[in-house]
């Protein structure tokens, strides 16, 4: 896909036989997303939702990456953890609540992934209700090494407690084939053909009558809900904020703050040997 500029939207939206593309279109910035181009995300999928002629809804990026996180641009995001209370900083990740709703959505929703799939890109991904993606694409979420757990927490419920502790415990990336075997995508295919074979599973998802694919969507999220998922989310919040609140993260964010993100991956990967 062809290079953006800051001055073109961050999400991009098109219809192709009955299925809605949504594109995270900064990929300058490897499609990281400030908070408030992650609410727009939300916003495209809820109007998507409510389209009667859409019976599917893709979710890509522009460029070399899908997402490799939230903009951790200090104008754009607030890193001084040490000066806010617990109830302060859940305030701030009360946004990724709207993650929920997008599993909730009536419309099946597909994550078409390729490059990085970082921090808030697996949030995305891991909430769509099917992903696929290329074989070389990787998946990880490196700031639980020195600033963060994640948000949001579908990693146990789609590859089990060792896979999910195996990244979140290092903060290593997988390929696509791993996540394919491990249990957090759907498959990963040759990233030739990913574009192809997104839009063909698409394509057939949208083929079922709307009504009918909300009914049978809704009752593999009613499980999820008897296995906890609502309650998993909340403390999965709650989790972020108690990590913030670590020297590490608290370090972290100074650096960021005072140096540049370059200078804080410096000095993280220096503390990780």
Not at 64 to 87: K, N, Q, T, V
Not at 97 to 111: C, G, N, Q, S
């Amino acid at each position: 896909m062809s290079e953006t500029h800051e001055s073109e939207p961050a999400i991009l939206t098109e219809d192709r036989e009955r299925v809605r593309y949504i594109t995270l279109n900064r990929p300058e910035r490897r499609n990281a997303l400030t908070m408030a181009q992650l609410g727009q995300l939300f916003d495209a999928l809820a109007e998507a939702d409510a389209a009667a002629d859409v019976g599917a809804i893709v979710v890509q990026g522009s460029g070399e990456a899908f997402c490799s996180g939230i903009d951790l641009d200090p104008d754009e995001i607030d890193l001084d953890y040490d000066s806010r209370s617990f109830e302060q900083e859940l305030a701030l990740v009360e946004p990724f609540r709207r993650f929920e709703d997008m599993l909730r959505l009536r419309t099946p929703v597909i994550a078409s992934v390729h490059g990085y799939c970082l921090a808030v890109g697996t949030d995305i991904a891991f909430h769509a209700d099917m992903t696929v993606c290329a074989e070389d694409a990787q998946f990880g979420y490196p700031i639980v090494r020195s600033m963060a757990s994640p948000s949001t927490h579908m990693w146990t419920y789609l590859a089990g407690p060792q896979w999910a502790k195996r990244l979140l415990l290092t903060g290593d990336m997988i390929d696509g084939t791993t996540a394919a075997r491990a249990g957090f995508v759907l498959e990963a295919v040759p990233a030739d053909d990913l574009a192809e074979h997104t839009h063909a599973l698409a394509r057939r998802v949208a083929t079922v009558p709307n009504d009918i694919s909300a009914a049978n969507k809704a009752i593999c999220n009613k499980v999820l809900e008897l296995m906890g998922y609502t309650a998993a989310q909340e403390a999965a919040r709650e989790h972020n904020v108690i990590a913030h609140q670590s020297p590490a993260a608290q370090e972290f964010g100074h650096i960021i703050r005072t140096e540049g993100f370059k200078a804080a991956r410096a000095w993280q990967a220096e503390q990780f040997g």
